[in-house]
């Protein structure tokens, strides 16, 4: 039996095979040998193509954006709107794709750049988030949406939480009893599993106990940063005047900009329509000018660089520099890791409250947790990684495999001899 555990992110998508009499599952290389491949497309006309639209996923789409910018569509974080009842379709030059489309797009190159590792697959188990990002997400239409876009690839497909996923890969290597807690920190979610793992020859090994998860992860720290450093630029704060009144400038335009998801689609006739009679009407034109010109030249992935760049950065050090320059924007200026936390205080609050909720749900307290395993990218941020420390205390606490660990652990569970026992109840 070929099996496929598919951490499909909104960052980065990892795939991992088993097949016959493997014990250990194997990390599928990708792009230039990678396992890890980032979760964008990018479109351009293209004579012969169909629809006249070509399209590249992963790296070759950041590739194909820095090469012509100003001629294609970027779209990354695209997983973010799978459950939101307010994303219809995304506008793409004169053509409109649903998530669906998007998707099956995405795992056909995924497919190519993994030389068919995704043919004749018997069983595949893909991840999925406790609680999916978005304001209020509805998990039945994400389902629903999934479930066309994964449609025929696998003779079986199960959907398993991201965190338990990890729980599982973890438990594999314990060798005694534990009470395990799993933290996933990604780029739209940040997700728990507290699992009961037993000795090993026992049937089940593992037990989970209680799930928990927010719609906050890196996306939310990469906003902050925008919030803070471009969108003054942009026109935040700003005013307009409507016949003989002065109104604030809505904070949706700006909401929109600091959201990956969302920036690219802000490119369409309709937007720039509405942004241009802002623009004639705000207090300080020029700003809503820049607005629109980081919308219509395509800076949304050079910025998101810019700030991803940053925050890595404030990992390592106490202060670092965020450059970015484009279309009459331009900002060089220091940034302490302080004010960084400061700027996402509240989110690491609400992701207290609901590893909080994990555990109550759980029926453990804190110190009956014998190992807190971390993972995903947005585990690697200090302040994050602070809120475990001083919980659970650095003994109790593994991290390794960030962007691999959740595959790994899919992959595992496609061995099993029935993966439905990890599927959760709703699904």
């Not at 960052?11 to 964008?40: E, F, H, K, M, W």
């Not at 293209?46 to 779209?75: M, N």
């Not at 609901?354 to 555990?359: E, F, G, I, K, P």
């Amino acid at each position: 039996m070929t099996a496929l555990g598919l951490d499909f992110g909104t960052t980065n998508t990892v795939i991992a095979r088993t097949s016959g009499g493997d014990t250990v599952p194997t990390l599928v290389a990708l792009d230039q040998d990678s396992s890890v491949y980032r979760t964008a497309l990018c479109f351009w006309h293209e004579a012969g193509a169909r629809d006249g639209i070509a399209v590249a996923a992963g790296p070759a789409a950041i590739r194909e954006y820095l090469d012509f910018p100003a001629d294609s569509r970027f779209l990354q974080s695209f997983k973010s709107v799978a459950a939101s009842g307010s994303f219809d379709t995304a506008p793409v030059f004169e053509k409109r794709y649903a998530f669906e489309q998007l998707g099956r797009l995405f795992l056909a190159e995924l497919g190519r750049a993994a030389g068919g590792a995704l043919d004749r697959i018997d069983r595949l188990v893909v991840g999925r988030p406790v609680t999916y990002a978005g304001a209020r997400p509805d998990a039945a239409l994400a389902r629903r949406r999934y479930d066309a876009m994964f449609d025929g690839i696998a003779r079986e497909i199960y959907y398993v939480y991201e965190p338990l996923a990890a729980a599982f890969a973890d438990a594999s290597a314990l060798d005694r009893p534990a009470t395990l807690l799993v933290a996933d920190f990604g780029g739209g979610t940040s997700d728990f599993s507290i699992v009961r793992v037993a000795a090993r020859g026992a049937a089940p090994r593992c037990t989970p106990l209680a799930h928990a998860g927010v719609g906050i992860a890196g996306d939310r720290f990469d906003a902050r940063i925008v919030d803070q450093l471009v969108l003054p630029q942009l026109g935040k704060g700003g005013r307009y005047r409507s016949f003989d009144k002065i109104l604030d400038i809505p904070a949706g335009w700006f909401a929109d900009v600091a959201d990956w998801s969302k920036l690219a689609l802000m490119r369409n006739r309709r937007t720039l329509a509405e942004l241009d009679r802002l623009r004639r009407s705000a207090l300080d034109p020029a700003a809503i000018v820049r607005m629109i010109a980081l919308i219509e030249h395509e800076q949304g992935y050079a910025l998101y660089d810019a700030v991803g760049q940053l925050k890595r950065a404030l990992s390592a050090a106490e202060q670092a520099r965020f450059r970015f320059e484009g279309e009459g924007i331009a900002i060089d200026t220091e940034v302490r890791r302080a004010e960084f936390e400061h700027w996402i205080a509240e989110d690491v609050g609400r992701i207290a409250a609901t590893l909080d909720c994990a555990l109550t749900r759980a029926g453990v307290a804190e110190a009956a947790i014998d190992r807190v395993f971390l993972t995903g990218g947005t585990s690697l941020v200090p302040a994050v990684r602070a809120l475990f420390e001083a919980r659970f205390g650095p003994e109790r606490i593994a991290s390794g495999g960030e962007l691999t660990s959740i595959a790994h652990g899919l992959a595992l569970v496609a061995r099993e001899d029935d993966p439905s026992v990890w599927v959760h109840a709703e699904d």
